[in-house]
């Protein structure tokens, strides 16, 4: 069989590992994943129930491709609300999760060749995403306050770029949050190098600290920013169900990408979740994810403070699932685990190397606090903390 060469690139992309599941002895600090128990289970399923009962007929029937316009006209709402926008349902597009958003915006844009600009590192999926349509990576690091634009203006200068991927709030892989300022001037410079910004949100919501700032779409003042949000990590990763903000054209265009795609994401689903949000509070809701996972993103943090070598260094994020560990220069996180630490201590993390488009960096790793209990953390984190500490005694070319 002849595949498509894109195949192979997304094939090598590390996700599948990402996914698969782990035996049940081991502590797993890789998944992104929620916390089942958190689900509002019963709530979701009276919604469904209700969904069936008030039917008319059109139900299971098709809808339209932009997705229930109730249900965008709620979150529509809640982004002027909380975020300051001026939306009207006719600016969303409802997606299979955000993950879609990603590879629509990217076949949208890209053809064979073109430059995307990612962070580094970045989220696993987004390359994967984009991988299929074959761009140039250009690769800017992040900073504890979001990318840095001064690798980001000298790449600008040097090529031209028909996207840049951000993931501004509690950033997948390392937790951080771009700053304000940041934002601002990423939103002039679009305008001043004519390219997109693709803003994946799916953690906004998910704050355990600080103030919450602006999306960049805020700032947004020439339709430039393309901006995904999800049901994913906010009520439930099955109901495969995110939105896309965009402007008339882009949505437009879009949109009939979606409809060679997979014609509609499920009408059923979202009339489901919108009567959910007819009858539930999302933010009390929200309130109570938050009030759980700060405790336990506390106890990784007092746990890492209290087991890491001192070689190791970590972040304490203001919310989203993950925080970063950084390991001396020439460490190879990817090596240890898999040599020692998952079949010995147990633990498994998100190696940094498939996080870089380049793949350069290997000292690195991700490290997901949300579906753990705080005793395996506990527990997680000592084993890892010992694992480390052998290693490291180990002369580094032992990892090269």
Not at 225 to 238: D, E, N, Q
Not at 334 to 354: D, G, I, R
């Amino acid at each position: 069989m002849k595949l498509a060469n894109r195949t192979i690139k997304t094939s090598e992309s590390g996700l599948d590992a990402l996914f698969a599941a782990t035996s049940a002895d081991v502590i797993s600090f890789a998944g992104g994943y929620p916390d089942g128990q958190l689900f509002p289970t019963k709530a979701m399923q009276a919604a469904f129930n209700a969904s069936f009962a008030a039917d008319q007929g059109t139900l299971l029937q098709y809808g339209t491709t932009t997705g229930y316009t109730p249900l965008r006209q709620k979150i529509a709402a809640r982004l002027n609300r909380l975020d300051g926008l001026s939306l009207t349902a006719d600016d969303i597009l409802l997606t299979q999760g955000a993950q879609q958003g990603l590879d629509l915006t990217a076949r949208l844009l890209l053809n064979k060749g073109d430059g995307v600009v990612v962070e580094g590192p970045t989220y696993i999926g987004g390359l994967a995403a984009f991988d299929a349509y074959e761009p140039t990576y250009y690769e800017v690091p992040v900073q504890s306050d979001g990318l840095d634009l001064t690798s980001l203006k000298k790449v600008l200068l040097k090529h031209e770029i028909k996207f840049l991927y951000t993931i501004p709030d509690f950033h997948n892989p390392t937790g951080t949050v771009m700053s304000v300022e940041k934002r601002q001037a990423l939103v002039q410079l679009a305008n001043q190098f004519d390219f997109i910004i693709l803003e994946d949100a799916p953690y906004r919501d998910l704050r355990y600290s600080g103030e919450r700032i602006p999306p960049v779409k805020a700032f947004d003042t020439e339709g430039r920013v393309i901006y995904l949000g999800s049901f994913s990590k906010i009520l439930a990763p099955s109901l495969r169900l995110g939105w896309l903000v965009a402007t008339p054209a882009l949505l437009k265009a879009i949109t009939a990408l979606k409809a060679g795609a997979d014609v509609e994401s499920s009408h059923l689903v979202a009339v489901a979740v919108d009567d959910y949000l007819t009858h539930n509070s999302l933010d009390a809701h929200l309130d109570t994810l938050k009030t759980s996972y700060a405790v336990k993103k506390d106890a990784m943090v007092q746990a890492l403070t209290q087991y890491m070598p001192k070689a190791a260094h970590f972040n304490n994020p203001e919310g989203g699932f993950f925080l970063w560990l950084t390991l001396p220069e020439g460490f190879d996180t990817e090596k240890f685990m898999l040599e020692s630490l998952l079949p010995e201590a147990k633990v498994s993390f998100v190696p940094s190397k498939n996080l870089f488009a380049s793949k350069s960096v290997i000292n690195g790793a991700r490290l997901n606090f949300t579906n753990v209990s705080v005793e395996d953390i506990e527990h997680g984190v000592a084993a890892l903390g010992s694992a480390l500490s052998q290693a490291l005694a180990q002369p580094i070319s032992h990892h090269g």
